[in-house]
């Protein structure tokens, strides 16, 4: 059973960080690039980052780049992101997903950024 479950969604101030972790089961997660998505309060879904199957390649949506950073460990079948410099408009929900011939999608854990 194929499984992508987030963690370390939560509320911090402006200007703060966070840590967002993935954690996949059930497929071979070496042949999937992996991305993160989030979906804002007016439903807005928009890519956030993406690293290749080797984590050779990584690509930053406009919102991300220079402020978030994308990695992957592939012996503990993980992604994360870490992000700095938040600010109220990087409050979504923030989803996992892992692409090849078909995506899986995790359940999303929610970021709040707010004083």
């Known amino acids: 059973q194929v499984q992508l479950v987030e963690s370390g969604g939560g509320l911090v101030q402006p200007g703060g960080s966070l840590r967002l972790s993935c954690k996949a089961s059930?497929?071979?997660?070496?042949?999937?690039?992996m991305g993160w998505y989030r979906q804002t309060p007016t439903n807005e879904r928009e890519m956030v980052a993406f690293i290749s199957s080797t984590g050779s390649a990584t690509n930053y949506g406009d919102s991300a780049k220079g402020r978030f950073t994308i990695s992957r460990e592939n012996a503990e079948n993980t992604v994360d992101l870490q992000m700095n410099s938040l600010q109220p408009e990087d409050t979504a929900v923030y989803y996992c997903?892992?692409?090849?011939?078909?995506?899986?999608w995790g359940q999303g854990t929610q970021v709040t950024v707010s004083s």
């Open positions: 997903k892992a692409s090849r011939y078909y995506d899986y």
């Open positions: 059930g497929f071979n997660f070496n042949l999937y690039g």
